[in-house]
T-cell receptor, first 113, second 112 residues
Framework: DADVTQTPRNRITKTGKRIMLECSQT?????MYWYRQDPGLGLRLIYY???????NKGEISDGYSVSRQAQAKFSLSLESAIPNQTALYFC????????????FGQGTRLTVV | TQLLEQSPQFLSIQEGENLTVYCNSS?????LQWYRQEPGEGPVLLVT?????EVKKLKRLTFQFGDARKDSSLHITAAQPGDTGLYLC????????????FGQGTRLTINP
């Protein structure tokens, strides 16, 4: 079983719909992240959380929200999806004091039509 | 503006050749990591370098951290088709929260 699990793996949704991407981890890490990957742009940070009561915006948080339901669970929501949010989304975890070495889920491919 | 610039962005070479990928920045990082990503998968950590000038080897892959901790290189000797993939460098910033900043990636293709 994967240490960092993302659901769904693929999703097609319509413009204006609300959608939630979920991430759970069994690594026992305290830090969790949501990234977006677009061709030629690498990975860009959307939100990050260093513990259950800590939520921080990344470089591209507009149009997104997150919830850290437990240490092991971190979900990303698009309140009203738009086509330019079509991308590959990755959840990652790391452990405080580990040089921020990140462990990634397998990704969610989201298409907004 | 990309904080970490990787070059080249695309590289296609023949099996057996050597290659170097570069990761450059004007910022100083507390550590720098290299990841490899295959289609349909998330990035997987290859190595972390922490000390300026540090060199680490992973079989045919050699990673170096610049003396000033602003840049890094990945050298592959005698490339094989199994080395094909997207290579990403990522730097951990000193200031504030220890977030990772990623380069845009180098897509490497090794032809048999």
């Amino acid at each position: 079983d994967a240490d960092v699990t993302q659901t769904p793996r693929n999703r097609i949704t319509k413009t204006g719909k609300r959608i939630m991407l979920e991430c759970s981890q069994t690594k026992g890490h305290d830090r969790m992240y949501w990234y977006r990957q677009d061709p030629g742009l690498g990975l860009r940070l959307i939100y990050y959380s260093f513990d259950v009561k800590d939520i921080n915006k990344g470089e591209i948080s507009d149009g997104y929200s997150v919830s850290r339901q437990a240490q092991a669970k971190f979900s990303l929501s698009l309140e009203s999806a738009i086509p330019n949010q079509t991308a590959l989304y990755f959840c990652a975890t790391s452990l405080t004091g580990s040089n921020t070495e990140a462990f990634f889920g397998q990704g969610t491919r989201l298409t907004v039509v | 503006t990309q904080l970490l610039e990787q070059s080249p962005q695309f590289l296609s070479i023949q099996e057996g050749e050597n290659l170097t990928v570069y990761c450059n920045s004007s910022s100083v990082f507390s550590s720098l990591q290299w990841y490899r990503q295959e289609p349909g998968e998330g990035p997987v950590l290859l190595v972390t370098v922490v000390t300026g000038g540090e060199v680490k080897k992973l079989k045919r892959l050699t990673f170096q951290f610049g003396d000033a901790r602003k840049d890094s290189s990945l050298h592959i000797t005698a490339a094989q088709p199994g080395d094909t993939g997207l290579y990403l460098c990522a730097g951990a910033q000193f200031q504030g929260a220890q977030k990772l900043v990623f380069g845009q990636g180098t897509r490497l293709t090794i032809n048999p």
